[in-house]
């Protein structure tokens, strides 16, 4: 097992200066391509990992895909959400406090499976799949049911990126202990793991995925999985520009590996 890292400028300061030693960073497409360009050319010899979880299943879409994994070729997967739900339509509608008839029921599962094979056969790259969290903690629920993720890994044939703060949140949604929630996942099939720290949103008291630093029982979560999965990368899902708060935590990761 190898451990990258978002990227951030703190980072950045942290690698240059020696402070800690990572195998990749994990980019995102919130940032340009020039800006990804300007930071690898900075990290020179450090892997590049391109992840960009939503994506638009469109010759539009796959050309945003192509130009991304050309600025991060040393990519081994490409690694997408396994969402069921239309992005586009169901997050504007919750933060409107609208809430979106049952997709559940509308075949979501079989369009996202044949969205899927689509991608697959336009890169190379296995897919691998990313294990979303709740988005209400009563609605849409089937995006996330242990059984719809087996189905959709098995009939596209994908390993999974496993999230464990999209877990966590996910459990807390069915008031299940999240390793209960975890057992039902297939755990085998884990490729690769996202960590952080999820916290509670001050304005509903629910889980959030707010990509904080981890917690003592983040740890203890991640050296549970690790007994039942083995994966080939851990990443740290950090943004915040908090040099010093991102070393303890790497510190603490590297002793995982």
Known sequence: ??????????????????QVRVDAIEWVDELSLTEIESGRSRLK?????FHPGSVRFSEAGLRHLTNYLAACPESEV??????????????P???????MP????????????????????????PVILENMRALHPSRYRYETEPDNIRRVLA??????????????????????DVREYLKQLPLELT????????????????LADAHESMREEDFELLEWILARA???????????????????????????L
């Open 78 to 91: 490409l690694s997408i959400h396994l969402t069921l739900l239309p992005r586009w339509i169901s997050q």
């Open 155 to 176: 009939d596209t044939g994908c390993e999974l990126l496993l999230d464990l703060a999209h877990a966590r949140i996910a459990a807390e949604a069915r008031q299940m």
């Open 1 to 18: 097992m190898r451990l990258s890292v978002s990227h951030s400028t703190a980072l950045e300061t942290l690698i240059l200066t020696e």
């Open 45 to 49: 010899g450090l892997s590049a990992h």
């Open 93 to 99: 509608a919750l933060k409107l406090g609208l809430h």
């Open 191 to 206: 490729r690769q793991i996202h960590v952080n720290g999820a916290r509670p949103d001050p304005r509903t008291g629910r």
């Open 102 to 125: 049952d997709w559940g029921g509308c075949g979501a599962v079989e369009r996202f499976i044949s969205q899927v094979r689509w991608l697959q056969d336009q890169f190379n790259l």
């Open 230 to 256: 083995n994966p080939r990368w851990l990443t740290f899902e950090y943004f915040r520009e908090e040099p010093e708060i991102l070393k303890a935590q790497l510190n603490r990761l590297s002793q995982f």
